[in-house]
């Protein structure tokens, strides 16, 4: 997806099959417009159902029973909730085309019925129904491959059972040629479908699949049992916490058992319905919580994630359940002398049209009627970004699935939405001037300018190993000069493109031509495809309809690309696009945008409809004026309308700390309002709210009367930060290795359960990475005061898109875990790293004692600056303990006089300790561990715990013991590490041994 990730792009069709929007596309292409050739593959595919699951079903029902599973497979609840409620699951909804298709097709080879019919013409009805069996499994894969992971078991199964048939009437000859042909047809898809499945599994560990089976989408939170029907008559598609419209209807449970009994009654020694019966259960049973072993015990199940995906599954099956009960003879008459024949015939149709106008009336009424209103000139790249910035996903993925791993951290925004120009941002070296010159899905032209001998830089694109590069001077554009290939790969702090270059002035071409295993699976898909044609015309051949079939299909094939491309481009003529008068979105469903009227009802139940706002200019810096009019229907209008605008604008930035607020009012026709001067850059929506002449605000709602949650309007934007650098602290606290300067920071609580740390920060040259930074704040005992760790603004704004010398306001709230007392001294670590490989990247400490009064007032630490050592130390005795498998002692320096003792320890973190350890020093009476003095403490005087120690580096900590007091004698000095919580001391370990109870003597002393 080239225009997702915010613009950045990433694999995601790599490994989410998508056959149906390939249907689209090409609709798109004779002329429609993406939302009608959407439409349309809609509708082609729940034509496609119907019509496979009538060719399926006329082999095992009467006419009316094939008419009546038709309409029961095309009405099935769960069908329709994946086109009017999902709206995303096209894929979901087209794989029901497939179904009926393929166990059509495995009737068609190893089913008994039809052998015994078709003797004639054996060889050629095997080619086609193993064509049409390749083409299904195929189709399927390449369609939704999590619909084809639930249904390949059940594809096992059913050929299994008719082979077992054939072969018990047949005999073995003719079932094996018959598991041939179904082995064959099987190879065939596959190969067809390789260019898709095999870099979807070969490349999967290349993309972040971590979460798509945690939390929410465990499939453990997902079992249906006593819901798994609906008891309501008319099937309800909401879809709440409950997810109430994923399950079976009542009607369409009725209808089953009324199927299975007149199965049961008239036809139970029919086998074929006795499988069906089986598969029923089956998918049924894997829906419920007694499927749980199964799901548990099954590596690749859990990636289906929702337990009721299989009501698709079940959909064929039950379909043709209900299709029996055509067999019922209702009206049929007692008279043995062959009278009841048209009886029977009659009965069942007065049965089947009773069926199917029962479940007519109960299935449509039901269907959700709150239409997005949205045209094709509404979806574009920057609506696309809009609304993964105001959703919080990427693309189509709630979790960021299948972005590359090296994607770290998750993007919140893009060089787009920013407005910014995309330019290469320099890794090492001058990158003096860059441009984007030319953009498509598969390349990427640019002019990039460097002025060091050598420059690294970083792109805005998201690496994939199927981009390649290549570079040429400048000076050969426009002649024969051939591009000379330059190595590309992921940067490690953004995952963006990284590319060298030498000093000068280049033409850089990037062009995605696939991994090496995409290469590979295309030459053997297109092996597969062009053996499919040549079989496909061999069957031709073989067929008894001979040379008139061959031109029928010929001239209908034609006629039919012919008339899709006429309708197309007549559509195009007609098609007039209109200017986007509203412009909403909807924070609770509704997040992309769209034109929808909204509706805002008084207490009383007075209403108006805005149908028109227009915002300008389109563009402002914070802190400008921009006006507002809006227009209503039927001219009524409200007495004053408002903007609301608040910092976050979406559920993803929920937390983030700068609640900024402003609610100004004027006139619907025109009013003037000021962008907030906190407002980031980038979009900027605004709440409409609308009251009265006597200051009572109206309830927004949609067309049936719903409220909405939060409707913003959409359509204006924020091209620059307004901050600046706070001229009571002119200095900067802290100026960070990786050139960004701390220019203020303070935090407070906004109640006596939240944190919010409020830093500004300011950055001195260009960054290419997408840092984050660590707050983590300790009381005077070292207990954990608050964490929090996030990219600035939650990462919507984020370093890479720094302004040099730009004052970037930053917060975060988080909750306490614990309680500062009034006037309790604290420490706050401030730290950036790279989320990547979280190399740190420089860091402060901060001290401070907490006021009186923190809720809603700031506390102003002050720092005390920490560098990390990873030189060995010069210490005057050598020492090698190690304590809890990762904190070892280097050695020390000791200084004793009558007065005091200095210990000097020098410790090496092998591995940061999960938890800050307590230090013990003791002196000890060398006959005895019973201390005469001691210390405990955190290490650097609670300022750096051992939980905040790097891997590799060596931190030194001083220890005074004041001696006064202590007798004369001979005494041993001990050290130690201990858990504060259990107080249960670490284990150590010396030369191999155990140092007994966790006590290392280091020395005796004389006082």
Partial sequence: MPDAAFGLGYPFF?????????????????????????????????????????????????????????????????????????????????????????????????????????????????????????????????????????????????????????????????????????????????????????????????????????????????????????????????????????????????????????????????????????????????????????????????????????????????????????????????????????????????????????????????????RLDIRSEDVTPATLQLYEWFSGNIGTTIRAEYLPRTVQPRPAVGPDLLRQPRRALPVTGDVAASELLEKSPASQLWRITVNSDEATMTLPLLYWPGWHAGARPMSSVGTAGSYTSVAVSAYQGSGWTMLSLPKGEYEVLLRYTGTDLERAANAVSLAGFIALVGLTGTYIVLSRHGEASRQRCVLYGAVSIVFLILAGQGYRLVYRPRPASLLTIDYGNRQFVHRSPVTYTSSTGRSYILTGAHITPAQVRAGEVFTLSTTWLDDRTPAEVGIDQELPSGGYFAYL????????????????????????????????????????????????GAALERPFLAGL????????????????????????????????????????????????????????????MRGADGREIARADAQPQAGLEPSWSWSRDAVV?????????????????????????????????GEVILVGNRAQDTVNAPNLPHAIIVDHTYAPPQAQHAADALFGGNIRLLGYDLISTTQNLRLTLYWLAVTTPSIDYKLFVHLAPASSAEPVLQSDRYTLDGMYPTGMWLPGEIVSDTVRLDLAGVPPGRYQLAVGWYDPQTLARLPGVVAGKVIPDGRLVLTEVEH
Wanted: proline share 6%; aromatic share 12%; charged share 10%.
């Fill in 14 to 370: 790599n490994f989410y099959a998508a056959l149906p929007y390939y249907l689209a596309a090409f609709l798109n292409l004779t002329g429609f417009d993406l939302l009608t050739a959407i439409k349309l593959t809609q509708t082609a595919g729940m034509f496609a159902a119907a019509g496979s699951m009538w060719l399926y079903a006329r082999r095992h029902l009467p006419r009316n029973g094939t008419l009546l599973a038709t309409v029961a497979y095309t009405l099935t609840p769960y069908h329709l909730v994946n086109l009017y409620v999902r709206g995303d699951s096209l894929q979901e909804f087209f794989a029901f085309a497939w179904y009926p298709l393929i166990l059509w097709a495995i009737d068609d080879i190893a089913g008994v019925e039809s052998t015994v019919r078709n003797t004639g013409n054996m060889a050629g009805r095997s080619l086609g129904a193993a064509l049409a069996l390749a083409g299904g499994l195929a189709g399927l894969v390449l369609t939704h491959n999590v619909s084809a992971l639930i249904f390949a078991p059940f594809i096992v199964l059913y050929a299994s059972a008719r082979l077992w048939r054939h072969l018990r009437v047949q005999g073995s000859r003719s079932a094996l040629a018959a598991c041939a042909w179904l082995t064959g047809a099987a190879i065939l898809a596959a190969i067809i479908s390789a260019w898709f499945w095999a870099p979807a599994l070969g490349e999967a560990g290349a993309v972040q699949l971590n979460n798509q089976t945690t939390g929410y989408f465990d499939f453990h939170n997902h079992f249906r049992s006593l819901n798994l029907i609906q008891l309501s008559a008319v099937f309800n598609y909401s879809v709440d916490n409950s997810l109430g419209a994923f399950a079976m209807a009542l009607p369409q449970a009725v209808l089953v058992g009324l199927g299975v009994l007149a199965w049961l009654r008239y036809d139970s020694k029919r086998p074929a319905t006795l499988l069906l019966f089986a598969l029923f259960v089956l998918a049924t049973l894997m829906i419920t919580p007694l499927s749980q072993p199964v799901w548990d015990a099954t590596a690749i199940l859990p990636l289906a994630q929702f337990p009721w995906r299989f009501l698709s599954v079940q959909a064929v099956f039950a379909a043709m359940l209900i299709g029996n009960i055509a067999r019922w003879p209702v009206l049929a008459s007692s008279d043995n002398q062959g009278s009841t024949a048209k009886p029977r015939t009659v009965a069942a149709a007065w049965t089947s049209l009773a069926v199917i106008l029962m479940a007519l009336l109960l299935a449509l009424p039901g269907i959700p009627d709150e």
């Fill in 657 to 704: 700390f700068r609640f900024a607020h402003s609610l100004t009012f004027g006139p619907p026709a025109l009013s003037r309002h000021v962008a907030i001067t906190d407002a980031l850059p980038g979009p900027l929506l605004l709440k409409l709210v609308v009251r009265d002449a006597a200051g009572n605000i109206y309830t927004a709602t949609n067309r049936s």
């Fill in 717 to 776: 934007s924020v091209d620059a930060p307004a901050g600046s650098a706070d001229v009571n602290q002119p200095e900067p606290i802290r100026t960070f290795p990786n050139g960004i300067v701390l220019r203020s920071l303070d935090w407070y609580q906004p109640t006596d359960h939240d944190l919010c740390f409020r830093p500004a920060w300011q950055g001195t040259r260009d960054i290419a990475s997408a840092l984050q930074v660590s707050f983590l």
């Fill in 809 to 841: 306001r930053d917060g975060i709230c988080v909750k306490t875990k614990g309680l500062l007392n009034p006037g309790e001294p604290y420490t706050l670590l401030v730290r950036w790293y790279r989320v990547s490989d979280q190399r740190p990247d």
